[in-house]
């Protein structure tokens, strides 16, 4: 059983930073992708940034380029979602998901079937 558990949200102010993590148990796949989705109130759940094992390839939506960056301990089997330079349209739940890699290739933000319970994000203008 896939257990996805995030943690590190919180409110800060607009220009500020946050860094979420995801720590991961049981078989996802081999190899496997791990993402980080957002949904804000009244919108459809984004794909926001994903990363593939081992291959490291990263994926990013043009929204979070730049001021986004996803990485992974894979000692720790731990996701990793550094926030840089927040905007209050960043607010939101985030949420952590897996799904196996088709093959030795970059991770599409699509078709993820382990998630997480979510961490709220909240940027204050």
């Known amino acids: 059983q896939v257990l996805l558990v995030e943690s590190g949200g919180g409110s800060v102010q607009a220009g500020g930073s946050l860094k979420l993590s995801c720590a991961a148990s049981g078989y996802i796949g081999s190899p496997y992708c791990m993402a980080w989705f957002r949904q804000a109130p009244g919108k459809e759940r984004e794909g926001v940034a994903s990363i593939h094992t081992p291959g490291g390839f990263v994926v990013y939506a043009d929204s979070v380029k730049g001021r986004f960056t996803i990485s992974k301990d894979n000692a720790k089997n731990t996701l990793y979602l550094e926030m840089d330079s927040l905007k209050p349209e960043d607010t939101a739940i985030y949420y952590c998901?897996?799904?196996?890699?088709?093959?030795?290739?970059?991770?599409?933000?699509?078709?993820?079937?382990?998630w997480g319970q979510g961490t709220q994000v909240t940027v204050s203008s």
């Open positions: 998901a897996a799904r196996g890699a088709l093959g030795w290739a970059s991770c599409s933000l699509r078709s993820y079937n382990y």
